[in-house]
């Protein structure tokens, strides 16, 4: 998570993070996180917590509560988001022009390399807002980039859940790790 969004459309080596700050390029108090990770706390807060199923109309009314409503906020406040996320979220339909293309998708999907999910699940969770091949297939591997595996492996090893907080805090493991 960012701190405030002090840093973001600054170019790299253009400053040192070395403290939480505030007041950035959205003019935001310290600890307040970004349009991303409110999406993917939404993200964690759909069906899949209770169902285990990847259900993209569900995903879609969290999104849209979060952009209506500012659920998901660090203090109910909807900052800054993409022209193409909002365009998305106000039509039901993921844009596909050339110029829809962001990588909010890719971060707000990180939380799914914990989740039961294909490939193709995380593409179609994607294009809810971002629906281009290259956005979409960005996601490709997804799995294999970030600790599901390690989940998984953690899983077979009967590894206890607090070396996984980050599933656990979400609420999205779906079965604790024998012996947890």
């Not at 969290?62 to 660090?74: C, D, L, M, Q």
């Not at 999907?109 to 956005?135: W, Y």
Request: hydrophobic share 30%.
């Amino acid at each position: 998570m960012r701190s405030a969004c002090p840093t973001e459309f600054r170019p790299r080596d253009s400053f040192a993070c070395t403290d939480m700050v505030g007041r950035g390029t959205h003019n935001q108090p310290a600890g307040t996180w970004s349009d991303d990770t409110s999406m993917a706390l939404a993200l964690c807060d759909t069906s899949y917590r209770e169902l285990g199923d990847i259900n993209c109309d569900d995903i879609l009314v969290k999104f849209r509560k979060w952009i209506n409503e500012g659920a998901y906020t660090a203090d109910g406040n909807v900052f800054d988001y993409g022209n193409a996320t909002r365009q998305a979220l106000d039509t039901g339909c993921g844009l596909t022009s050339e110029y829809s293309k962001g990588n909010g998708s890719l971060m707000r999907c990180l939380p799914m390399v914990f989740m039961e999910c294909s490939d193709c699940d995380i593409r179609e969770v994607s294009a809810i807002t971002h629906a281009t091949d290259d956005c979409c297939g960005s996601l490709r591997g997804h799995d294999r980039l970030c600790p599901r595996g390690a989940l998984q492996r953690a899983r077979r090893l009967r590894v206890r859940t607090e070396l996984v907080p980050a599933a656990a805090t979400c609420g999205i493991l779906t079965t604790p790790p024998s012996g947890a």
